[in-house]
């Protein structure tokens, strides 16, 4: 397409490259041919630094001519490849929700299997063996990241927050990030840190979508001409919008929220003509992982039976509530605005901290820092279980399908542990000792009061709290939901156990309380609403809490908002992603031309300018975008 | 506010004025003191008007000296101020809607009660107090719309559409329309016309919203100085956006499916900030309607019990699809596509008939028009059921909780009208001769095989659209939703029908396809996408059916688009409303200024003019706002 202007740096030719020009991919900048082909090798400084995208069409006389060359089936074409690519995006991200947590279950599975078979013999080897397992898993993990995929490090959410809003950062949707995330999370997730799949299934859609988007991948030869249409930054953009809502419905199951996941995200260029696209990425990814559930409910696919989506059953909790519950929800409501604040605040220092004085040193410590936090977390959540005493099993409904102890090995509640007796379960062990959904399903469970003992929820809080903290910005794939609805549960079941305690009349259940909780910390901490508030909707299926949850949120978000920012956003402003608000800030209303320029690069140009001189100055950078003023220095 | 400045033409009194204007409302402009307020009188020729609304701050010299002014203690109240108005307007809507509910249900359970009762002696006595029931009920309905509320005719939706993308049409948010309408479609659907009550719910949403953003109607003395703080047409859009959600959160109780109308209505002005309050005011109505419902099943509210709302009770219906029905789903999208576009394509016809022939000769056609279609409806709807002969009552279980036949006069399924024996029912009469939310249930009832034999489906379905074209347009608040629900099920019952008929193995049931046909319909006239089908999945209360909704509205909407645009657009481009798309069009593309500025009219001022010239032209008109171009003709 540029073949016909190589080495001319005429105007047409110029804006011809400025409407064209793609984001760097896989450092294969498509202007080969063109006279900014000379300093490719700054790539690599480049690292870290952003870009903004041309979101807005450039109508110039290059774009015309572009438009008028077309032929009539240019738009018919472009159209359903669009859709198509919609479809590719559900399909492909569903996937690869399966194909991570069909892995991630079925390691978990095996390690925890495996580890059960051995403490019936002896408890130090049995350590051992968990601890080895655990610190492989997180090992590969961050190796890959590491050696492989940099920018698949974290969730992935900040920068792709930032995408959505124009400003792309350097290497977010390379193929091989993509592949970093994939394996990174399954090992991250595997190895049993305190993080979640989550926010790393976001940024494997946006991959996704933004590969396609490319006609695929320019290094590894993977990509075809004929679907390379999709040239400027605004087709690509609403591609990854697409991949993200898929990430938010693969991850939770939630075509809805994931839209609207999509939509809260982006601030300030959203089309409502997109909507009705994304939405069919969404409902395409819950096709697929349904179907894919279906398929392996045959028991064909190892541990991953019944698990591997946070899913909570409804059936036989509480559905119903009662004015007087307001008042405790209101109380969690505080509780998670107060917690998700403080993380916010703790994992900004720790992020400072680390970017200051360890990132520093190298790639080895980064790995081994991880190893460390790896070899802590499987401490911890091996010994604290064994200081616990066990409790008796309740007195069960046969028909209530849940057995306890649960035979080990298996995903179920009541996990016995090291319990001797038939009829014993360890009330620490079933939310530590356990894979991450398996905990989360057991903590929202219903009619299993006093299921728990306060001392072993505050214990499990404290320390799952810190080890969040902890694990938050290695160099690991790592997603903040898991490790949020973890610790909101926490506290909502240690408050829905002073309900059922002081309220006896009421149906209450600890179980509902538990994703009250969740939801909590989850708005305390990424202050995000009405997608959350789906999101919570749709894993429970049941419309009746909505307004609970919305209550909870609305409180939550408002005691965070108090203190600090939104996760995503602090995140992002630490990463040097510059995210505008819809409204511009009070204090920006009262700058002027003069303050914005200030300590800037300035290319003062006279009025009348060679074509020559004005091209060398943009050449002289990699920049998409100019802000023109008049300024007097 | 104003009083500083009476009469002082200067720049920043003209300034001042251009933000604080509020767009005419009650025909009490806020402009008494100022110069433009020579020229009251004009009101009546702006009847049917538009003026675009500004959603731009103003940065002038007037906002920053007015915001300069503001004490500290003005932003919290203004963000208090905004999420109190938000609760009002959610309670006010949603108490909105228990009234028309209550009220259409109570007439016409009192009418069907006493018709039945009537019949048993003397079929022409009762033919003639239904009809005369039904003629009192429209008379009221088109008398308090013609002489009261012009505005409060049709639907709303186009307007509010319009208002919510900037544009304004005169009288459409006034106390008296909101008024108008209420009342209006209590006599309109009580008198059992082809037409619904949701549209106008949305447009009663937003008419509270805006009352409350002006702080009452001044007109009618209901107003207070403390609460008009929302001067900017940006605030009290955001407050018509909660409405207008509101109005479809209390239509279908689907607050979800609200929050996603208001947003894809909004084309072009959206702002992500506002979701979570819109979302808030819907969880609002949520609660309100689901209180008033729990007080009303204790049997307090009359006929209202069950009824009144269209939920579709999953229980017992199909819950799950194979991949065979696919095909005749894709067969229900393509009829939706094509009798939506038909439908779309004759209201236009038929709207602009009447405005060229009929409704220029004054307000007597109009309530003679509107008598006259309900004559014609009753004597359908009674006379019909008449020629049908009795069906015998199928084999129920006995704990399905459907009686057959029903007691006449009570809701339910298998109305037994003129049927002498005990164990018949007339089909015909059961959709015909029933209120439409208890018809809409009917049809979408589940396990009821063979309920209703095609002659009767095809029967009502040729009556009941030809009835919903002619209804259209007349001067009663009339909503597209209902009638859209019930020519969609019907049709998409005969599908199921014959899908029950062919596959024999599979678990089918007709009332699932009667959803996804009224799904299709909407879609094929509406061409709503992620709104509709998020009502629809809300209707339902079940996210299993998501897939199957979203392939039919993608088809019916394809297919819609290929002939006509959507009926909102259409009657909206009818009504002289100018909506802007997202992105322009292609022929705008090309268009420069002067082909603009063709036809209209164009104020020249030189270069240097003076103050009192630019005032007296910008006081000859009261356009809001003005394009500034340099045309040369």
């Known amino acids: 397409m540029l073949s016909g202007d190589q080495g001319l740096p005429d105007g047409i030719g110029m804006a011809r490259l400025a409407w064209s020009r793609l984001p760097t991919a896989d450092g294969a900048a ?3 041919e063109g006279p ?5 090798a700054q790539d690599e400084l480049f690292v870290g630094a952003v870009e903004s995208l041309d979101y807005e069409v450039i109508e110039n006389y290059a774009y015309r001519e572009e438009q008028a060359q077309r032929s009539k089936f240019w738009v018919p074409y472009y159209i ?3 859709w198509f690519f919609a479809l590719l995006i559900g399909v492909g991200t569903g996937l690869a929700a399966i194909f991570i947590n069909l892995a991630v279950e079925n390691f978990s599975g095996w390690k925890f299997t495996l580890t059960f078979a051995i403490i019936q013999h002896s408890y130090f080897v049995g350590f051992l063996v968990y601890i080895l397992l655990n610190l492989a898993l997180v090992f590969s993990s961050v190796y890959i990241v590491t050696q492989f995929a940099p920018a698949a ?7 792709i927050k930032g995408y959505l809003n124009g400003v792309d950062t350097h290497g977010i949707l390379l193929f091989r990030t993509l592949v970093g995330k994939i394996f990174g999370s399954i090992g991250s997730v595997g190895g049993g840190l305190a993080l979640g799949k989550e926010g790393p299934l976001v940024h494997t859609g946006a991959c996704i979508a933004s590969l396609l988007g490319q006609g695929g991948s320019a290094k590894y030869h993977l990509n075809s001409r004929w679907v390379q249409i999709f040239e400027s930054d605004r087709d690509r953009r609403d591609l990854v919008t697409c991949g993200c809502a898929a990430g938010v419905a693969a991850a939770f199951r939630a075509p809805v929220g994931g839209v609207l996941f999509a939509l809260e995200e982006v601030t300030s260029w959203w089309r409502s003509h997109l909507m009705w696209r994304v939405f069919f990425t969404s409902a395409v990814v819950a096709v697929v992982v349904r179907s894919a559930m279906n398929w392996c409910d045959s028991g064909k696919c190892g541990h991953f039976g019944a698990g591997g989506f946070i899913i909570w059953d409804i059936s036989g909790g509480q559905e119903d509530y009662s004015y007087q519950e307001l008042l405790p929800v209101a109380i969690i409501g505080v509780i998670g605005g107060l917690l998700g604040a403080l993380f916010n605040q703790l994992t900004l220092y720790i992020t400072k901290w680390r970017r200051t004085y360890l990132h520093k040193k190298g790639k080895r410590v980064q790995i081994f820092e991880a190893c460390l936090i790896s070899l802590i977390t499987s401490t911890v959540s091996f010994v604290l279980p064994l200081l616990r005493k066990c409790s008796p099993c309740p007195e069960l409904e046969t028909n209530s399908g849940i057995q306890c102890p649960h035979p080990p090995g298996t995903d179920g509640n009541f996990v016995n542990f090291y319990c001797s007796k038939d009829n014993e379960y360890n009330d620490l062990a079933t939310i530590f000792f356990n894979s991450q959904d398996d905990a989360i399903r057991n903590l929202f469970s219903a009619k299993t009061f006093h299921e728990y003992s306060a001392q072993s929820l505050i214990t499990f ?3 799952f709290y810190s080890l969040a903290v902890v694990t938050f910005g290695t160099a690991v794939p790592a997603g903040q939901f898991v490790p949020g609805i973890m610790i909101g549960s926490t506290y909502g079941r240690l408050v829905g156990m002073s309900v059922v305690k002081f309220y006896k009349k009421l149906n209450v259940d600890e179980g509902t309380y538990a994703l009250l909780g969740a939801a909590s910390f989850l708005g305390g901490s990424m202050r995000m609403t009405v997608s959350l508030c789906v999101i919570m909707v749709e894993i429970t299926n049941n419309l009746q809490l909505l307004p609970l949850i919305m209550l909870v949120l609305l409180i939550s978000k408002a005691v965070g908002d108090f203190f600090n920012e939104g996760l995503y956003e602090e ?10 608000d819809s409204r511009p800030k009070q204090v920006m209303r009262n700058m ?21 001189d004005i091209v060398s100055v943009l050449q002289s950078n990699k920049h998409n975008g100019f802000p023109v003023s008049r300024c007097q220095f």
């Open 30 to 32: 498509p202007l080969p």
């Open 36 to 40: 900014a082909a000379s300093a490719p």
């Open 80 to 82: 359903m490849l669009k």
């Open 153 to 159: 490090a974290g969730s992935g959410i900040p920068e």
């Open 461 to 463: 809080l404290v320390m």
């Open 571 to 580: 995140q992002a402003r630490l990463k040097g992603i510059p995210l505008l």
């Open 592 to 612: 002027n031309a003069k303050d914005a320029c200030k300590n800037q690069k300035v290319v003062c140009l006279p009025r009348v300018s060679r074509v020559v």
